[in-house]
T-cell receptor, first 112, second 111 residues
């Protein structure tokens, strides 16, 4: 299975600012996924990122708020823009192969 | 409506007990079902199930898929306190590896 390094591990940010989360995969993968897990909730898919094309966003998530980059087959970033306290969550990236999908270590974001 | 439903939502057992966690799903183009264990932030991959009736096993954990019943179970035998976690079920639908997660089962194993 793919091994994914994600950073930062946690951050406390002021409202109105932006944070970029990075994920590095130890092998080339076609698709990467970004999830949000709000306190006490399960995982919600934000978007799917393919290399060389625009990310596909799920209902309720927009590119202006969560821009995603996928410059190559091993790396992706998610930016949380113009943050508000409601954006306080754990953000996770995921990828893998047909035999299983793994997650990055997660980013715990607190917006104050 | 929820595409993936897990039960029970929470469970408290004592060490040595056996537990069975349930996951039912309703998706249009089922491809696979995955089980994860989440202790802190990142879910840890446990199993991927694609074929009905074939049990996957790893140590004290095992899982099986029933496509006819649109469900899966995760069994943990001889539970230990280290098994305390949230267990997540996810279903892969269709052509784009789109995963739907259940709300999870919170397992608490007491000494």
């Amino acid at each position: 299975s793919a091994v994914i390094s994600q950073k930062p591990s946690r951050d406390i940010c002021q409202r109105g600012t932006s944070l970029t989360i990075q994920c590095q995969v130890d092998s080339q993968v076609t698709m990467m996924f970004w999830y949000r897990q709000q306190p006490g909730q399960s995982l919600t898919l934000i978007a799917t990122a393919n290399q060389g094309s625009e990310a596909t966003y799920e209902s309720g998530f927009v590119i202006d708020k969560f821009p995603i980059s996928r410059p190559n087959l091993t790396f992706s970033t998610l930016t949380v823009s113009n943050m508000s306290p409601e954006d306080s969550s754990i953000y996770l990236c995921s990828s893998g192969y047909a035999d299983g999908y793994t997650f990055g270590s997660g980013t715990r974001l607190t917006v104050v | 409506e929820d595409k993936v439903v897990q039960s029970p939502l929470s469970l408290v057992v004592h060490e040595g007990d056996t537990v069975t966690l349930n996951c039912s799903y309703e998706v249009t183009n089922f491809r696979s079902l995955l089980w994860y264990k989440q202790e802190k932030k990142a879910p840890t991959f446990l199993f991927m199930l694609t074929s009905s009736g074939i049990e996957k096993k790893s140590g004290r954990l095992s899982s099986i898929l029933d496509k006819k019943e649109l469900s899966s179970i995760l069994n943990i035998t001889a539970t230990q306190t280290g098994d305390s976690a949230i267990y997540l079920c996810a279903v892969d639908e269709g052509n784009f590896n789109k995963f739907y997660f259940g709300s999870g089962t919170k397992l608490n194993v007491k000494p």
